[in-house]
């Protein structure tokens, strides 16, 4: 049986592996390429991201809810919506291209013309793993990600040889993705059958796959927006740093998101048993405050020596954005429980008007701050935003979920100590890494304290050992 610890552990290791790929190798061609080409290279992931999200119009996150709550039969509700994202492609590449075509040029134009391609196969890649998940095949969808770390490897040991031009790597990064694609579709061949179409299927998908879409259009453009504006009015150095501390961030949210890829079905299926989640979603909020904590403050002692190991130094300018982008990590990790809950209780909508919020905000106040503050202000404008995000979660959460406190003793205790952690190693300012060390270990002293005290740690164990999808 998979059980929730079970489902934890692989998806820990598909969050390793989306470490390796999508923060590890960046942090390793930050120090191979010149940072103008890398600056270059991560402004084309930056637009990937974009369009691929908009390809994927909510499908992977749509289908956690539907599936475990069996609305339609499993293969031709996923093969329509397969079929689906062929509209999507269509339109989306067709704005993202004429995007391209007005604003760029050279180097920049072709490089974002390849990720054009690099993003519809991701689409794919991206439904077909959420469907491994909902499945409760946690391990297929980890080994599906193995091909494409394998060769991405092999790519970047090409290139710090020479042997690989930045465009070149670019071909066969495809390539690679292609490969992951067919491993994938491998995994879900059980899908594929005949008379698969079905027209009730279509229109449930019309009606409902746009308040999805929209929520991760909008979510995904708020977070990464800001690298595309920041190409658009500063320079490839810029977009360089700018994405030195984004990479590390990055890694450090993917961290947090293996709870939310294994809680959202695991509570999604319970409350279409008309079980009562309130208390149980109470406990998983205090586990990602201390989660959010853990890391926030892990970056905050060690950020130089981290920059340092991982980059060159002309990257030490980018210091001044460790704070506030490290205060994201807290405030994301945090509000993803309400998120989970806005979407399994067919509040999806609400979920929408928020980060349509935070996107319009984000977009709005780069584009007239960046100019002035350069990446200082994007950085702040991040833990702006994600207020914004938390707040809002939360405002039309509490309606269908009242029961869940916030503002609980057991919540402030680990944020205060938190804050008080913060502010003593400030006042220290200690160049010893050995009093750093001790600090977060005294920090970590506490926290389990407190779990024990609150009785923290017999909930954990029950939640590991329940069944992953009920």
Known sequence: MATVSKNIFWQSIAAFLQIYTGGIVFILLAKIMSIEDFGILSFGFSFSTLLSTCLD????????????????????????????????????????????????????????????????????????????????RF??????????????????????????????????????????????????????????FSPKIQKHLIKHSWS???HFIFGTFYFTVDTQIIALLLNAKDVALYQSIFRIIYIFLIVSD???????PYLSSKFAKNQS???????????????????????????KEIIDVLYTPEYKEAYPLVFPLSLVILLRTSSSIYGTLLTISDN?????????????????LNSLLIPFFGIRGSAWISVFV??????????????????????????MAILLTTAFFVVV?????????????????????????????????????QILKDKGVV
């Open 57 to 136: 119009f909510g499908q992977s996150l749509m289908i956690m809810k539907d599936y475990p709550q069996k609305k339609f039969q499993p293969g031709p509700y996923i093969l329509n919506s397969m079929a689906q994202k062929v509209i999507f492609i269509l339109i989306f590449c067709g704005l993202f291209f004429t995007y391209l075509i007005i604003f760029y040029s050279g180097k920049w134009l072709v490089t974002g013309q390849m990720f054009i391609l690099f993003a519809i196969v991701s689409a794919y890649v991206l439904y077909l793993q959420a469907v491994l998940r909902v499945k409760n």
């Open 139 to 196: 391990k297929d969808a980890a080994l599906s990600i193995i091909a494409y770390s394998v060769i991405i490897t092999i790519l970047v040991y090409l290139i710090y040889n020479e042997m690989l031009s930045m465009l070149q790597f670019i071909g066969y990064l495809i390539l690679a993705r292609v490969i992951q694609l067919l491993v994938t579709v491998v995994f879900c061949k059980n899908i594929f059958q005949k008379k698969w």
């Open 212 to 214: 999805y879409g929209a």
């Open 258 to 264: 293996v709870a939310s890829n294994v809680l959202l």
């Open 277 to 303: 989640i309130d208390l149980l979603s109470s406990n998983i909020l205090y586990l990602l405050f201390i989660l959010g904590s853990s890391l926030f403050l892990f970056f905050t002692f060690f950020y």
């Open 348 to 364: 999806q909508i609400n979920r929408v008007k928020v980060v349509f919020l935070t996107m319009v905000s984000s977009i709005l």
């Open 386 to 411: 994600h207020l914004l995000l938390f707040s809002g979660y939360l405002w039309f959460s509490k309606k269908d979920f009242p029961d869940i406190k916030i503002l609980t003793s057991s919540n």
């Open 425 to 461: 190693e400030q006042l220290i300012y200690s160049e010893l890494i050995l009093i750093r060390i001790a600090l977060y270990i005294i920090w970590g002293m506490i926290i389990v304290y407190f779990m024990k005290k609150y009785e923290k740690v017999r909930i954990l164990s």
